[in-house]
């Protein structure tokens, strides 16, 4: 089963931007669809970016045109781009590969943004 580890959260100010990476335990060529999701307690998790195997982008309205999803077959790892982030950005950020069978989700990393 493949592991996918977050990385790249962590505290920024207001207007900052955050790199978040998704390393997979093998090669991510094979999974149709990754995405991002974000978690706030007592909230559903929210998909907020997802790149097909092909390179197809789509994004939710609340992070449109200020996070850029992105894949590296070769280092098997999805990246998140975030500018101008905002405090109500502030989540668990987690990672998700589909195949044709089944769903796999990272543990997730803390995003924190100050006013």
């Known amino acids: 089963q493949v592991q996918l580890v977050e990385s790249g959260g962590g505290l920024v100010q207001a207007g900052g931007s955050l790199r978040l990476s998704c390393a997979a335990s093998?090669?991510?060529?094979?999974?149709?669809?990754m995405g991002w999701y974000r978690q706030v307690p007592g909230n559903q998790r929210e998909l907020l970016a997802a790149?097909?195997?092909?390179?197809?982008?789509n994004y939710s309205g609340s992070v449109k045109g200020r996070f850029t999803i992105s894949r590296d077959n070769v280092k098997n790892t999805v990246y998140l781009q975030m500018n101008s982030l905002l405090p109500k950005d502030t989540a668990v950020y987690y990672c998700?590969?589909?195949?044709?069978?089944?769903?796999?989700w990272g543990q997730g990393t803390q995003v924190t943004v100050s006013s």
């Open positions: 998700k590969a589909v195949d044709l069978k089944n769903d796999f």
């Open positions: 093998e090669s991510i060529s094979r999974f149709n669809v």
């Open positions: 790149i097909a195997k092909g390179g197809t982008t």
